[in-house]
Nanobody, 118 residues
Framework: QVQLVESGGGLVQAGGSLRLSCAAS????????MGWYRQAPGKQRELVGTITSGGSTNYADSVKGRFTISRDNAKNTMYLQMNSLEPEDTAVYYCNALITIAAPKLYWGQGTQVTVAS
């Protein structure tokens, strides 16, 4: 079995920065694409951005130029560097990953809270 665990959330002032991590643990697995999503109170979960196994990224318009997704394949870890944070970025941030063991399956982390104070 594989687990995804996010970390790095917290409280930050507007204009500040945070870096989230998403680490996959388990055995005999291969990670394909990974992604970050977020869900604000009373809103639907929305895509923040994705990264392929080769490192190509794609971002939601709302975070372009402020957020950067990267991954360290040797550590089975993905990162979300968030700069110039705004109160509107307040949400629970989730990572997901398409992971192949016997067959591809989408896994989700438990989420980490990010709160941006104005």
């Amino acid at each position: 079995q594989v687990q995804l665990v996010e970390s790095g959330g917290g409280l930050v002032q507007a204009g500040g920065s945070l870096r989230l991590s998403c680490a996959a643990s388990g055995s005999n697995f291969r990670i394909n694409a990974m992604g970050w999503y977020r869900q604000a109170p009373g809103k639907q979960r929305e895509l923040v951005g994705t990264i392929t196994s080769g490192g190509s990224t794609n971002y939601a318009d709302s975070v372009k130029g402020r957020f950067t997704i990267s991954r360290d394949n040797a550590k089975n870890t993905m990162y979300l560097q968030m700069n110039s944070l705004e109160p509107e970025d307040t949400a629970v941030y989730y990572c997901n990953a398409l992971i192949t063991i016997a067959a591809p399956k989408l896994y989700w982390g438990q989420g980490t809270q990010v709160t941006v104070a104005s």
